[in-house]
DNA sequence: CACGTATATACCTACTGGGGTATATACAGC
DNA sequence: GCTGTATATACCCCAGTAGGTATATACGTG
């Protein structure tokens, strides 16, 4: 599946660009804090640069991955109609949440 | 695959999903708005169901099908780390959107 | 140049998950 | 009841894909 869907359907993805949505890191480092196989790390690398989500500098004999923004800024976008459903959510859970505080007052509504 | 990840890396889920955003539906209405067959819809319905994004509303023989919006807000959240990559690239996601839109017609050749 | 390190790739295997056809279930109207 | 409609499910088949092991490639250092 070439869609950016389908690329971050698999959870060692994410991890990865979890990890590199705070900094840049090495194969290596990727491989050490995801407990994963260097082989799998490098495939999943190899799959994420090509669908742009990732792009290596080369630094010696190392490879430092960072963060390209596009497929998930097309992700975000296709979430927007979506997003109607937020507010009208959260306004539920708020009202709910003010029925809870009215009926049983001093205790401390979660979340 | 159980995460909504998982779910929405099927792109007829998506376009049930993209349908269900603007307004609920029948089975037969999303059968043929999407030109699916009605095992396939109901399959996929199903799935959706049970991860969350959907519920259907008994009417007669008819289940009209509406978007539950949880799992949706746990993509959106997911991305929220990644979102201070936006602003840099926001034209670069036109063009991006572009370049895919051009690889479209016609099935390429893999790898 | 030999050796260690860092990364990529090839190859195989096993599993999953989607498509299709046929069938079951549920309901409505006559 | 019978018939048509609406939806769900069972079953089979096949392609894609992730994981693992082994190997290739590239670079740096002594």
Redesign the pocket.
């Known amino acids: ?2 869609s950016a869907f ?2 971050i ?5 994410r991890a990865i660009l979890s990890l590199l949505a705070s900094s840049e890191r ?6 050490h804090q995801l407990r ?12 994420l ?1 090509r669908a742009g989500f990732v792009e ?1 500098r ?8 960072r963060i390209k923004p596009e497929p998930l800024m097309e992700v975000d976008a296709w979430l927007e109609p979506f997003r109607r459903y937020w507010s009208a959510h959260v306004d539920a859970l708020e009202r709910h949440l003010d029925r809870m505080q009215q009926a049983r007052p001093g205790k401390r509504a979660k979340r």
């Open positions: 599946m070439e389908g690329i359907a698999e959870p060692n993805r090495t194969v290596r480092e990727l491989e994963m196989t260097q082989p799998s790390v490098s495939k999943h690398l190899r799959v640069r290596a080369v630094d010696a004999q190392r490879r430092v991955y």
